[in-house]
């Protein structure tokens, strides 16, 4: 009798164990989300993953979504809760956030958004458009030999251009160099004014306005959570900024050649869902890059500087 109660309490163990161990595959999703910092290009990148991963997906996909308040330091700190928890992929909103969890993982799938230039992200020779590994995504590079012609198209009489960006952040950096050697090319003379955060945009964007007819800012992620200080310096000074994305140029620009971060965002939730129902390997993946970029002006500051856009334009909403 006692070897049959024992033979009982032991099947029972069994069947309890069984029950409280996680599924091998029970076709659920888990994806961690890391966003750099809260401003409108990355939240619009942000909705469109989800969005994209819904639609595809339905309820099979859940999110952990944590942003990291513009510090790389806190992004390493969310990619590595995400690696413990072993989240099934990894969406890294802007350079920083993609920097960590390459860092973090060499087997969970990462992808990125709102990253302008991977090669010069995470130092990567012979650029291929593949980054190979555990990780793709998209770009959010804009032409921009066509956002120098467009200083051009709405300032051919200016002749100093300054370029008003963060240091801290490669992507921008890799935009203010190229897009110098373009405005030289019209002729401008160009001098760059380099931020280290947001406790000394004010201060740099003072110096830019004392010596420049134009500023340009190049995607940025300091620079777009800090639009509203940037507009107080600039307006007064009546010097106008042509910006890199939307975002950026409704909060203080008057105009910009953009692309949507929402459709960028899309395109990349599309992506994750071919990874992770197995229909595409992230290693053979190409970064992918947006093919429509729009003519935008900021009609309440072109008005209060004076400035008359020509045809060719869309307002900003």
Not at 44 to 61: P, R, S
Not at 198 to 208: G, H, I, P, R, Y
Not at 247 to 262: E, N, Q
Request: hydrophobic share 45%; aromatic share 6%; charged share 15%.
């Amino acid at each position: 009798m006692k070897k049959w109660i024992a033979l009982i309490m032991a099947a029972l163990l069994l069947v309890s164990m069984t029950a409280c161990a996680p599924a091998a595959d029970d076709g659920k999703y888990v994806v961690g989300i890391c966003q750099l910092v809260q401003h409108e290009a990355l939240d619009a990148a942000t909705k469109g993953f989800k969005d994209a991963l819904v639609k595809e997906l339905g309820d099979k996909v859940t999110f952990e979504e944590k942003n990291a308040s513009n510090e790389a330091p806190a992004c390493t700190t969310i990619i590595n809760g995400f690696v413990a928890s072993n989240v099934d992929l990894i969406m890294a909103n802007a350079t920083p956030a993609l920097q960590a969890a390459v860092a973090g993982t060499d087997k969970i799938p990462v992808l990125g958004t709102s990253v302008t230039d991977y090669a010069s992200a995470l130092e990567l020779d012979n650029w291929t458009g593949t980054v190979g590994g555990n990780v793709s995504g998209t770009s959010d590079l804009a032409p921009l030999a066509d956002q120098a012609a467009m200083i051009k198209e709405l300032f051919p009489d200016k002749q100093n251009v300054g370029l008003l960006y963060c240091v801290g952040e490669p992507n921008s950096q890799y935009q203010v160099d190229v897009i110098t050697v373009e405005l030289e090319k019209l002729g401008y003379t160009v001098k760059t004014y380099g931020f280290t955060d947001t406790n000394d945009v004010s201060s740099v964007a003072q110096a830019a306005c004392s010596n420049s007819d134009v500023i340009y800012i190049p995607t940025d992620n300091t620079a777009a959570a800090n639009t509203e200080a940037i507009a107080n310096v600039v307006l007064a000074a009546k010097v106008p900024v042509v910006a890199g994305e939307a975002g950026i140029c409704r909060g203080c620009g008057v105009a910009t050649l953009s692309i949507d971060y929402y459709d960028l965002g899309y395109a990349t939730g599309l992506m994750a869902a071919k990874i992770l129902t197995g229909e595409a390997n992230i290693a053979t993946m190409p970064v992918e890059t947006a093919s429509k970029f729009t003519k935008m002006y900021n009609a309440e500051n072109c008005a209060a500087l004076g400035i008359t856009v020509p045809e060719g334009y869309t307002t900003l909403d």
